[in-house]
């Protein structure tokens, strides 16, 4: 009650004393509370700027639900009022963020949202600064009614980056003009796209040149606040820089001044340098730039001290990693494998494995690398590592001599790991009668010398063993009698484990009672593995946790490990029976229903064999019965526009953005099978607030319905800020279809309803199966189908660069083979295909005749159903 009554003293330090007691130590429920809001608004009505002050900072330290309701209507006009000082509009505006972030819903936005903006143009920098703060929270929460504060930032930012340091004496810190706003500034810009208007997109521009120019100056102090307060600066321009990912020459310029910090001696700046080139590595156009780096990034990994350096080191290794590098990068992986800290081994040994696999030319070297990691870091290798290898070698005939004769040499060593002895028991008991021809590796010499590491291994590495004996039963009857008199002994027949003793018992049994025909039927080869996505990836995923983007083939989503989606594992591996299911019983048939697309090895050859496609095998639910119905919980629905901003993109690829604001990042990654197709969507919450009530499903026409079955799994109704949720949705094609499904999002942000309506994808020509044609099959066919109503032929202007390497991509995006040296004008394209439905299967050929002088072409589809034609035709021709 003292400090109540102090509220009402004239004095200052009263005053003062008042508002601090019930700061720090008033609780929000206490019975004076109505009392202390009375004196806070005498004091916000006296327009003594001292005292209200001293109110504005009490509303901000207490910052309660009450405080809120009581004046969160009064601040913004304090705020943007003329006569107010500009030491009130700092605390103002500091006092609106405060309540803005404790209880956004009450914090009205009106007509004073416009007149904040402006306050980025005011005299005094410490009120902008203040602004800055506010604005960018609020912009993140409704940014169409801040649009007009780019503008405004960009050119309060022109004004800094361009003066002298005297002109902004009072805010220069350290000779670096308002670096704190500088930040403030780049970090609002972030909310929003690249500015549409030229003119303020080259002063942009101009700003960020600027200040990676400042950097290449010699300091002009050698005091770490100097440094600190210019590097602060950099970092954010290249965030911002990478968040536009739209001017190359930046990109790359950005990627080589951090290049200068890789080996900077403060270990922070060479920590903040290798993250944010792993953020570029991900950009079409920064990627070979930072692939320029490799040696100095290696070296940081072979040379620094602090673990956490190293440990962003290894993620940038991951993300430059490609096609032409990676053999360099998995070997340097490799050899720091066997120093590397504890901590971080896990990790490194899934990374190469993913990559070892991803980028492998030659399944040889991919074995090699394996059974190399699990020599160097068996403790640390799991089990989806070796998992996926025995996946690999069962599905690729080319390389299982190979992997048995590897496998037998790595055996041989005294001391072996108990996943090498894993490996080495499925492999040789499946393809152990590659390598018996050689004296050196016979029936007898393989048997003992897996039987040597028996008595060394865990109990289920000793029932993968028992079933690699039954199996060399099979495979060579001369070993029989000695592997029956070890079945036999007492240590398996009476073995205190159950699942040995039971092995022991049936396969014992099974050699005797059994004709050579029936084991053999029994334990005939593995059938190939249906290809899905790789568990090792999953594995890292998961091991990521969630909150981070996805790994998508768009520049913006990173493709480094630290930036890894989390993954729903439980769907990824619930459809096909589980690999240790697979792995440890003996040969018994698979349930058919687990598989129904299973790959014979040979049409697993003909995709590039390192694809990992996503589980497909779990086929989409039939009936339109089981689509969710988007309006059910909704009376009234308002009508929403429904977003194809990015919808034509996605005609020739599968992966990437499909729709962006300020609050939500939709990703797509999607693969398709016949007539079969399955879409994983990421939503990115990009702001610092979760999202409530979220929901999504999948609505389609009535037409639709009855051409495409879809059907969306149930989603997590909240996401929190920063995080990322992902959704499966499966997808069956019945017939031929024009119009495209409707994702429906919705969810709470700051106690708004937002309502986002996205076209879907789903193509016609994603249900293409590729088919190669000699020339003469192809023109027979071409006549075949002459009649008028099975042709569509178009002519269109180029409305691209006519290049013929990325005509050729995108034709092959389109889902048909490329013909080459079918037409006989080499210059054009020839293309053929079937597009698989439920209901009928409709061969397609296609051909794109380019006139690079009239820079026009020319597309002809002929298909046996015009419907087809015409829908393809529409696809394409946008396409170029």
């Known amino acids: 009650m003292e400090a109540v009554n102090l509220l009402s003293s004239n004095k200052y330090t009263e005053k003062q004393i008042g508002y601090l007691f019930i700061s720090v130590l008033v609780n929000s429920n206490s019975d004076l509370i109505s009392l202390i809001n009375n004196g806070i608004k005498n004091d916000l009505a006296s327009r003594n700027p001292t005292f209200m002050n001293l109110a504005l900072h009490c509303i901000a330290n207490v910052g309660s639900r009450e405080m809120a309701e009581a004046f969160a209507s009064q601040i913004p006009s304090i705020l943007v009022a003329g006569d107010t000082m500009d030491s009130v509009k700092q605390s103002a505006a500091l006092c609106l963020l405060r309540l803005n972030r404790t209880s956004p819903d009450l914090v009205p936005m009106g007509e004073w949202t416009a007149r904040v903006v402006h306050l980025l143009n005011d005299q005094h920098l410490g009120v902008v600064t203040a602004a800055a703060s506010l604005i960018t929270t609020l912009a993140q929460k409704s940014p169409e009614d801040f649009k007009t504060s780019i503008s405004l930032a960009v050119a309060r930012l022109s004004r800094i980056v361009t ?20 930040v403030k500034l780049l970090r609002l810009l972030q909310c929003y796209p690249p500015p549409e208007d030229a003119a303020l997109r080259s002063r942009l521009t101009e700003c960020l040149e600027t200040i990676l120019n400042k950097a290449q100056e010699p300091p002009k102090s050698k005091k770490v606040q100097h440094s600190n307060a210019k590097n602060a600066v950099l970092f954010e321009a290249i965030a911002l820089i990478i968040h536009h990912d739209s001017e190359p020459t930046l990109l790359v310029r950005a990627c080589n001044q951090l290049g200068q910090f890789l080996q900077h001696r403060e270990t922070n700046l060479r920590y903040l340098a290798l993250e944010s080139m792993c953020t570029l590595a991900s950009s079409e156009f920064s990627h070979e730039a930072v692939k320029t780096h490799i040696d100095t990034v290696i070296n940081a990994l072979k040379t620094e001290r602090d673990v956490s350096v190293r440990q962003r080191a290894v993620d940038l290794l991951y993300a430059m990693c490609d096609r032409s590098n990676a053999k360099q990068i998995v070997a340097e992986m490799l050899s720091y494998l066997e120093n590397a800290d504890y901590s971080i081994r896990e990790e490194m040994v899934l990374k190469v494995a993913i990559l070892a696999e991803k980028y492998a030319v030659d399944y040889t070297w991919y074995v090699d690398t394996i ?19 025995i996946q690999i070698v069962i599905n690729q005939d080319d390389v299982q001599g190979y992997a048995a004769k590897t496998v037998f040499e790595a055996l041989q060593a005294p001391a072996c790991h108990e996943n090498l002895v894993k490996v080495g028991g499925y492999i040789l008991g499946e393809f152990g009668n590659l390598i018996a021809g050689d004296s050196r590796s016979s029936p007898l010499v393989q048997f003992n010398l897996l039987h040597s590491k028996f008595h060394l291994c865990s109990v289920p590495t000793r029932a993968l063993l028992l079933s690699a004996y039954i199996k060399f039963i099979n495979l060579f009857p001369e070993v029989k009698a000695t592997i029956q008199d070890v079945l036999r002994s007492d240590s398996q027949l009476r073995n205190a484990d159950v699942e040995l003793q039971q092995r022991a018992i049936e396969y014992l049994r099974l050699s005797c009672i059994a004709s050579t025909d029936i084991l053999a039927t029994v334990l005939e080869e593995m059938p190939p593995f249906p290809e899905r996505e790789s568990s090792i990836l999953a594995k890292l995923k998961k091991k990521k946790g969630p909150g981070n983007l996805p790994d998508i083939d768009d520049t913006r989503w990173n493709v480094n490990g630290s930036a890894e989606h989390s993954e729903d594992t439980e769907s990824t591996n619930k459809s096909p029976p589980s690999l240790m299911a697979d792995l440890l019983p003996t040969n018994r048939p698979r349930p058919a229903s687990s598989s129904p697309t299973l790959l014979s090895a040979g049409t697993m050859g003909s995709s590039h064999p390192f694809t990992d496609l996503l589980n497909l095998n779990s086929t989409p639910s039939a009936g339109a019965s089981l689509l969710v119905d988007v309006l059910s919980d909704i009376s009234t629905p308002a009508p929403i526009t429904v977003s194809e901003d990015n919808f034509s993109r996605f005609v020739c690829k599968n992966n990437g953005v499909i729709y962006e604001d300020q609050l939500l990042q939709i990703g797509l990654k999607a693969e398709y099978r016949q007539n079969l197709g399955r879409i994983y969507v990421f939503y990115g919450n990009k702001t610092s607030t979760q999202f409530l009530s979220f929901s999504s499903s999948v609505t389609s026409s009535d037409t639709l319905k009855t051409q495409l079955n879809v059907h969306a799994k149930a989603v997590d109704p909240t996401v929190d800020g920063g995080a990322q949720l992902q959704q499966v949705v499966n997808i069956e094609c019945l017939s031929d279809f024009t119009d495209a499904p409707v994702l429906d999002i919705q969810f709470r942000y700051g106690g708004t309803l937002q309502k986002i309506a996205v076209k879907l994808p789903v193509m016609l020509n994603k249900f293409f199966q590729p088919t190669e044609m000699t020339s003469q099959d192809f023109f027979q066919r071409w006549k075949q189908l002459g009649v008028p109503q099975q042709e569509v032929q178009t002519i269109f202007k180029a409305q691209h660069p006519m290049d013929t390497d990325v005509t050729n991509a995108k034709i092959l995006g389109f889902g048909v083979a490329l013909l080459i040296g079918v037409d006989p004008n080499p210059a054009n394209f020839v293309g053929a ?32 159903r015009e419907s087809v034609s015409q829908r393809l035709c529409d696809l394409l021709s946008d396409q170029f």
């Open 163 to 182: 003066s002298a340091s005297i002109d902004l004496q009072d805010y220069t810190y350290y000779f670096v003009a308002a670096p704190w706003l500088s």
């Open 371 to 389: 059974l190399n990691l699990i020599r160097i870091a068996g403790d640390y290798v799991s089990e989806e590592v070796w998992y996926r290898v």
């Open 833 to 864: 295909g079937v597009i698989h439905t439920k209901n009928t299967q409709v061969g397609c050929l296609l051909r794109l005749e380019p006139n690079t002088q009239a820079q026009m072409y020319r597309l002809t589809l002929r298909t046996s």
